[in-house]
T-cell receptor
Framework: EPEVTQTPSHQVTQMGQEVILRCVPI?????FYWYRQILGQKVEFLVS????????KSEIFDDQFSVERPDGSNFTLKIRSTKLEDSAMYFC????????????FGPGTRLTVL | AQKITQTQPGMFVQEKEAVTLDCTYD???????LFWYKQPSSGEMIFLIY??????QNATEGRYSLNFQKARKSANLVISASQLGDSAMYFC?????????????FGSGTKLNVKP
């Protein structure tokens, strides 16, 4: 069964460093999302992406964040200058045109900012 | 106001018993979708069940059913015949509007522990 994959599974970085979180959505999917989950809290929407552009972004998704689909298979989230409060689990999700409605989530990348 | 409210931070259930996890939602849209996801300790998000706002029948998927009460704006998840492997966090989520690619709003989750 096709699945969304994410790398790395865990990333540790120093405050102020740039990080890139990588996702490979399901191959025929067209809609892509990033969500984050701070430890012990709810999952929060960050950004959605369709047709090579951002469809919607939340207040969390400020100028420090960017997304890209560089090569038609990967979907990346970049945080330019990480802050302590960026420590969270980051989930990538994708959805196809003919999906049953659900978004398919990847296993997540746990980002720890020291 | 919270879009999705899950009022049970933690629940215990005896193996083989049924359990209901509560979810209420808040939207002014006529078209919306409601979802339940399971998050085991390993962290991944596993889709369980979907209910559309126009669906007249309650959704069922194996041991999972969704008790959809539109007037009360509730979408409770019922797990029948609980198994030890059901121990996990459970999140209720909603997608508002006609477009089925819109973002999801998640609740704060319910941690279910199934006792042997």
């Amino acid at each position: 069964e096709p699945e969304v994959t994410q790398t790395p599974s865990h990333q540790v970085t120093q405050m102020g460093q740039e990080v890139i979180l990588r996702c490979v959505p399901i191959s025929n999917h067209l809609y892509f999302y990033w969500y984050r989950q701070i430890l012990g809290q709810k999952v929060e929407f960050l950004v959605s992406f369709y047709n090579n552009e951002i469809s919607e972004k939340s207040e969390i998704f400020d100028d420090q964040f960017s997304v890209e689909r560089p090569d038609g298979s990967n979907f990346t989230l970049k945080i330019r200058s990480t802050k302590l409060e960026d420590s969270a689990m980051y989930f990538c999700a994708s959805k196809g045109e003919d999906s049953y409605n659900e978004q398919f989530f990847g296993p997540g990348t746990r980002l720890t900012v020291l | 106001a919270q879009k999705i409210t899950q009022t049970q931070p933690g629940m215990f259930v005896q193996e083989k018993e049924a359990v209901t996890l509560d979810c209420t939602y808040d939207t002014s849209d006529q078209s919306y979708g409601l979802f339940w996801y399971k998050q085991p300790s390993s962290g991944e998000m596993i889709f369980l069940i979907y209910q559309g706002s126009y669906d007249e029948q309650n959704a069922t998927e194996g041991r999972y059913s969704l008790n959809f009460q539109k007037a009360r704006k509730s979408a409770n998840l019922v797990i029948s015949a609980s198994q030890l492997g059901d121990s996990a966090m459970y999140f209720c989520a909603m997608r508002e509007g006609e477009n089925n690619f819109n973002k999801f709003y998640f609740g704060s989750g319910t941690k279910l522990n199934v006792k042997p």
